[in-house]
């Protein structure tokens, strides 16, 4: 299996994090023109305390995770994944396990003690993604988001 490489997104590939990104929003049936979701990523990026990376398989990139986070008083500091996506063509064959993996690490390194993500689909896939999560470390909760949109 060929090599894949996690490079953190910056202004020489954020380009290509936008396609990934674009393409997440199509597949996942989510709003968004480029112009938003590359505005969005540009802003996460100005900042600190945000972070994405790439998955690079013999030069293509494959796949994108985005991280942000917060300060927060339950926590000190919580992160969440906003968005985890792996061309169709790449998929099995672990590049999300090693994205989420270093979005972990990267979490740690500046101080979060949780991470929270969404699990978005409502369909048959749902249940699978559950185990990929739990395997990572992450259990459901009773807790239930809700979203005002402002
Ligand atoms: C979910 C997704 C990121 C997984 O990417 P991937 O690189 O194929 O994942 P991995 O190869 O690291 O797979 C890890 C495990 O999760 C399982 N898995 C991955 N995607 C799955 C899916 N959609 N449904 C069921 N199981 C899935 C795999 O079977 C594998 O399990 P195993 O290691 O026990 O065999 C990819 O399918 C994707 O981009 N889907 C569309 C976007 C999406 O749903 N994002 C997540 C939003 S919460």
Redesign the pocket.
């Known amino acids: 299996m060929a090599e894949s490489v996690i490079t953190p997104v910056d202004e020489r590939n954020a380009a290509d994090a936008v396609d990934l990104l674009l393409q997440?929003f199509v597949?996942?049936g989510f709003s968004g023109t480029r112009g938003q979701i590359a505005g969005n990523l540009n802003a996460m990026l100005a900042e600190d305390d945000c972070w994405a990376a790439l998955a690079v398989v013999e030069g293509v990139p494959a796949?994108i995770v985005t991280v942000s986070t917060t300060r927060d008083i339950e926590y000190g500091r919580i992160a969440e994944f906003g968005d985890?996506?792996?061309r169709p063509d790449?998929?099995?064959?672990?590049?999300?396990?090693q994205l989420m993996e270093a979005g972990q690490a990267w979490c740690k390194s500046i101080g979060c003690n949780a991470v929270l993500?969404?699990?978005?689909?409502a369909d048959n896939?749902q249940e699978?993604?559950v185990?990929?999560y739990r395997?990572l470390g992450f259990e459901l909760t009773d807790r239930m988001i809700a979203e005002c949109r402002l």
């Open positions: 997440f597949e996942g796949g985890l996506y792996i790449y998929r099995g064959r672990g590049l999300a396990q993500l969404t699990i978005a689909r896939e699978g993604l185990r990929f395997k």
